[in-house]
């Protein structure tokens, strides 16, 4: 690994294409840990808290009811008698283009990007000089401005309102009939005013500030991804492997391909190859100068003769794609090119019997 950009470790050279050369050990895995994905909590927010406030929006479907304090008023004829309530319940309406509704005797009320609560108020205020002591009930009928599309690996993609008391993501997955795949492998991608971001089932799940609350128009987009890593080299088995965990441990993923081969691995020799973000790089306190682009290749190392590196990689994550290397032992590339001498010598030996028994057969003829 003598051609690494650059070097945490034992020393460092530039050859041929740029990566970083990092080892194992405590000061390394400290930064490791802190490693945290893509996230909805981070980058949209709403983990915590009430429910967001859900507004009125062109095409919704209200209804008002209009109460007074006794019959005779605006709305409540006096020879209406004694009855159950002094109210009226207007017909239903759509919110128009403008983002109003008509309401009798108050005239085009704004309503657009409004909670019930302020409409009712602005009502009740233009009422107030003409009905007897007014009161307002304003229900959303049908809410067509506050979906969230739910589309992908689902059993009933669909749009999904926004409630009231608000939705969250797993809310509306479990409202679209709940994923079709695999929880391990399928990912939840939120789009929201063109930004996204992608998590995987498994951690929606079982991180509960990741369950956030939805905002209108919000996309996801539910998608089955296989996980995978490979693996190459001195290892009991290669080829490329599936994630069996969601948080799988280069331990782990060195169990799952048989351990190390022992006549042929060389324990200091196992790495993992990747790409880091390049803010991760400068945590660990690499020289970024010398790299161009966001992500940066970077092969770890790990020196399994020393013992406590079994403890980091019982703590190393493994990731989608990451790739596994185990370098032969030099004394197995010794016992390699024995055995090609051996076979050649054991072949000359062989030439002069071969022809023998060759004119023998022929004679037998």
Do not use: C
Not at 110 to 132: F, K, S
Not at 288 to 300: E, L, Q, W
């Amino acid at each position: 690994m003598s051609g690494a950009t650059a070097h945490i470790g034992k020393g460092a050279q530039k050859v041929g294409i740029d990566y970083v050369l990092v080892d194992l050990d405590k000061s390394i895995m400290s930064y490791l840990e802190r490693y945290e994905p893509a996230s909805f909590e981070a980058g949209f927010g709403g983990g915590r808290g009430g429910a967001p406030d859900i507004t009125i929006g062109r095409g919704d479907i209200l209804q008002l009811s209009v109460f007074e304090a006794q019959a005779g008023g605006l709305f409540i004829p006096a020879d209406a008698g004694a009855r159950p309530g002094n109210y009226v319940t207007l017909p239903q309406q759509e919110v128009d283009r403008k983002g109003n509704i008509a309401v009798p005797y108050a005239g085009d009320v704004h309503v657009e990007g409004l909670t019930a609560d302020v409409v009712r108020r602005q009502i009740e205020e233009r009422l107030a000089n003409r009905a007897i002591e007014p009161q307002v009930v304003v229900t959303v009928v049908e809410s067509r401005s506050n979906l969230v599309s739910v589309i992908g690996d689902v059993n009933a993609p669909k749009k999904v309102e926004i409630s009231q008391n608000g939705e969250r993501v797993l809310d509306a997955i479990a409202d679209a009939g709940g994923i079709s795949t695999p929880s391990l492998e399928t990912y939840i991608t939120l789009l929201r005013g063109g930004r996204e971001a992608t998590v995987l089932y498994d951690t929606l799940v079982k991180t509960p500030k990741e369950n956030i609350y939805l905002a209108p128009d919000d996309v996801l987009s539910v998608n089955r991804e296989r996980r995978t890593y490979m693996v190459f080299g001195a290892a009991s088995a290669t080829g490329r492997i599936n994630f069996d965990d969601a948080n799988l441990t280069l331990g782990q993923a060195l169990g799952e391909a048989g351990g190390l081969s022992d006549t042929q691995a060389d324990p200091a020799q196992v790495f993992v190859y990747r790409e880091e973000s390049r803010d991760q790089l400068q945590r660990m306190g690499v020289d970024m100068t010398k790299f161009a682009g966001s992500d940066i290749p970077v092969i770890y190392r790990a020196n399994l003769r020393d013992p406590s590196a079994y403890f980091a990689i019982s703590k190393f994550a493994m990731r989608d794609r990451d790739i596994i290397y185990i370098s032969n032992a030099k004394t197995y590339e010794l016992t390699k090119f024995l055995d090609i001498i051996n076979n050649v010598s054991t072949t000359n030996g062989g030439v002069p019997s071969d022809v023998l028994n060759a004119r023998n057969a022929i004679r037998g003829f």
